[in-house]
């Protein structure tokens, strides 16, 4: 063998070195996040951590890496987390959506405006005079709005008097 072959094959090895060793020294990129190393206090991250490893999963059953009767139970218990991230979400979601309500109303009701149909009130009406809706009648002890079906006040717990005995007196 001369050197000059020698010579070529070491440049060649040396060439292609990088491109085998990149894959083994490279850090995993943020797309490919595990179960384990999902952030506990994030559940957009638990989630996101628990549709990649479904999606890996079912990768790895169809390369065949995975028997069928793990791949069941293993599926089910990925979706039903998933489940169970997506009701958590539309919780929040709902509560969000009735806090918005409930300032909404709240605003319109310091404005002297209907709760059902916006039309304007007086401070002596206790229905709309347009669709007959009870007006909430504020708490005399932190001025938080009532409807008239409460009996206690749902911000201070101050008992207010039934409405038979407020006419009667």
Do not use: W
């Amino acid at each position: 063998m001369n050197i000059g072959s020698l010579l070529v094959a070491l440049a060649i090895v040396i060439a292609v070195l990088p491109f085998v060793l990149e894959p083994l020294l490279r850090k995993p990129a943020k797309n490919t996040l595990s179960l384990s190393t999902a952030n506990g206090n994030d559940p957009t991250e638990e989630h996101r951590a628990v549709l990649l490893a479904l999606r890996d999963l079912d990768f790895d059953y169809q390369l065949g890496q995975v028997t069928e009767e793990d791949y069941k139970l293993l599926r089910a218990q990925l979706v039903a987390q998933a489940a169970r991230f997506l009701q958590q979400q539309e919780q929040v979601s709902d509560e969000r959506i009735e806090a918005l309500i409930r300032a909404r109303r709240q605003a319109r009701a310091q404005h002297g405006e209907c709760l059902e149909c916006g039309h304007g009130l007086s401070e002596e009406d206790r229905f709309c005079p347009r669709c007959g809706t009870p007006v909430p009648q504020p708490c005399p002890e932190c001025g938080h709005s009532l409807s008239p079906e409460d009996r206690f006040c749902s911000r201070c717990g101050y008992a207010l008097e039934p409405e038979t005995e407020k006419s009667l007196l």
